[in-house]
C-alpha cells in the first residue's frame, strides 16, 4: 500500500461527503417513501455498479453458490435491516444526530467482537476509547432540544441499525479470504431479495404519490451515496488499504453536521459540538490501540 498523496486525500474527503450527505437525503426521501422501498431502491442502484466491477475485473460472484446462506445473512444483518432501521429512525431525528450516532459503529463493533472473537479481547486502552465515544452519545440524550420524549424511540432504533452493521461486519470476517468484491456485491443482491417482498407486501409502492425532492434524494442515495460511494472506497481500500480508509470516520459526522445545519435549518446546540468532540475522541483512542479486527464489510450511511 502507498503513502496516501494529495489526490488520494481528496478522495478520502470526498467520500466522507458523501456519506456525510446521504443522512439529509434520507430524511428528505422518508417524506415519501416509507423504508422498505427506500432500502430498496437504494441497494438495486448500488447493486448494478457493483455487478459491472465484478464483470470488469472478471470476478466471480458467489450469491448462489455452496456459501449463499453466509451470504444471505450478511445481506440481511450488513444492509437490509440496518439500511431500513435508519430510513425509520432518520425520519424522526436531525439528520446530523443520525450521522453522530452511526460514527460510533467502531466502537459497537469492538464490545460484540470482545465477547464473540477470542483473539479481540477489548485492551484497557480500547475500553477507554469506547467508554469515552459512548458518554458522548449518552450526553446526547440529556439534551431535550435534540432528542426528547417525542423521538428518543428513534434514536434508539438509530442505534440498533449501526449495531446490526457490526453484527454483519462481524460475520463478514468468515469470508475474510473472499475478494471484498464478490462480498459487497453478493450481499448487496441478497439484500434485494429480502426487501423486494417487504416492499411489495407492506408499503405497496405502486399506490405512492412522491414528490420531485424526494425522489431525487432516494435517487442520489441509490447512485451516489451508495453505488459511487462503494466505487471510491475499493480504490481507496485497494490503493492505500484498510487503516487509511477508515479515517473517513473522523469526518462523517463533521459533515453530517454541516449539511444539517445549512441545508435543513437543523438547530445545534452546545451540546451537541462537545458530544461530537467527545466521540471523535473516544474513536480515536479507540483506533490508535487497535491493531486487530479488520471489519471486511460494506458498511454504507
Known amino acids: 500500500m502507498r503513502e496516501a498523496n494529495t489526490f488520494d486525500l481528496s478522495l478520502l474527503i470526498l467520500l466522507a461527503i458523501i456519506w456525510g450527505s446521504a443522512f439529509f437525503n434520507i430524511k428528505i426521501a422518508t417524506y415519501s417513501y416509507d423504508p422498505f422501498t427506500l432500502a430498496l431502491v437504494r441497494v438495486i442502484f448500488a447493486s448494478i455498479p457493483l455487478i459491472f466491477l465484478c464483470k470488469f475485473k472478471k470476478i466471480k460472484i458467489e450469491a448462489f453458490s455452496k456459501n449463499w446462506e453466509l451470504y444471505a445473512l450478511i445481506g440481511l444483518c450488513n444492509i437490509a435491516i440496518p439500511f431500513v432501521l435508519i430510513a425509520v429512525g432518520t ?22 467482537a470482545h465477547f464473540f472473537i477470542k483473539d479481540e479481547k477489548l485492551s484497557y486502552a480500547k475500553s477507554v476509547g469506547v467508554l469515552i465515544g459512548f458518554s458522548g452519545i449518552i450526553l446526547l440524550f440529556f439534551d431535550k432540544v435534540i432528542i426528547n420524549s417525542e423521538n428518543y424511540i428513534y434514536a434508539l432504533i438509530t442505534i440498533i441499525g449501526s449495531t446490526f452493521y457490526c453484527i454483519g461486519g462481524l460475520l463478514t470476517l468468515k469470508l475474510k479470504n473472499k475478494k471484498n468484491e464478490n462480498v459487497t456485491t453478493s450481499t448487496t443482491l441478497w439484500s434485494v431479495i429480502f426487501l423486494i417482498p417487504f416492499s411489495l407486501v407492506f408499503e405497496t409502492p405502486w399506490n405512492s404519490s412522491p414528490s420531485l425532492i424526494s425522489t431525487l434524494s432516494l435517487l442520489y442515495l441509490g447512485v451516489v451515496a451508495t453505488g459511487l460511494a462503494w466505487l471510491i ?69
Open 91 to 112: 425520519a424522526k431525528i436531525n439528520s446530523y444526530l443520525a450521522a453522530m450516532l452511526m460514527s460510533t459503529t467502531p466502537l459497537s463493533g469492538s464490545i460484540l
Open 233 to 301: 472506497r475499493f480504490r481507496i481500500l485497494t490503493v492505500n488499504g484498510l487503516v487509511f480508509q477508515t479515517q473517513v470516520a473522523y469526518l462523517i459526522p463533521v459533515f453530517g453536521i454541516f449539511f444539517g445545519f445549512f441545508l435543513m435549518d437543523e438547530i445545534i446546540t452546545w451540546r451537541v459540538l462537545i458530544s461530537l468532540a467527545i466521540i471523535l475522541l473516544g474513536i480515536y483512542i479507540f483506533k490508535k490501540n487497535n491493531k486487530g479486527l479488520k471489519f471486511n464489510g460494506n458498511r454504507v450511511n
